[in-house]
């Protein structure tokens, strides 16, 4: 059972990066996928969770309009697209799975994850 992320690097305010979370070690279609992050200093936090099917996907407040959430066709990858970054979304973003398969915010919920990537956005 494994999860890694992908795509993230050093961008400059207003740019974009799009994350990739991939899964391998058994099926994970039917599990809901979410997106954490943790600034340097902070307590993670939650960004984006996208249900089994991909016809609910949640956002935080902070970055609804500007992060768009995605699973792949054969919903074991997903996708956060990441527009207009902002220096104050820089941090170690993880991927999650819930084994429940909804788009829940609680990191609680989510009993696996990955290593994260570090998004790194400079103003």
């Known amino acids: 059972v494994r999860l890694v992320e992908s795509g993230g690097g050093l961008v400059q305010a207003g740019g974009s990066l799009r994350l990739s979370c991939a899964t391998s070690?058994?099926?994970?279609?039917?599990?809901?996928m979410g997106w954490f992050r943790q600034a340097p200093g902070k307590e993670r936090e939650f960004v984006s969770a996208?249900?089994?099917?991909?016809?609910?996907?949640v956002y935080a407040d902070s970055v609804k309009g500007r992060f768009t959430l995605s699973r792949g066709n054969a919903r074991n990858t997903v996708y956060l697209q990441m527009n207009s970054l902002k220096p104050e979304d820089t941090a170690i973003y993880y991927c999650?799975?819930?084994?429940?398969?909804?788009?829940?915010?609680?990191?609680?919920?989510?009993?696996?994850w990955g290593q994260g990537t570090q998004v790194t956005v400079s103003s």
């Open positions: 999650a799975a819930d084994t429940s398969g909804s788009a829940r915010r609680e990191s609680i919920y989510y009993e696996y």
């Open positions: 070690g058994r099926s994970f279609s039917t599990y809901g």
């Open positions: 996208i249900s089994w099917s991909g016809d609910i996907a």
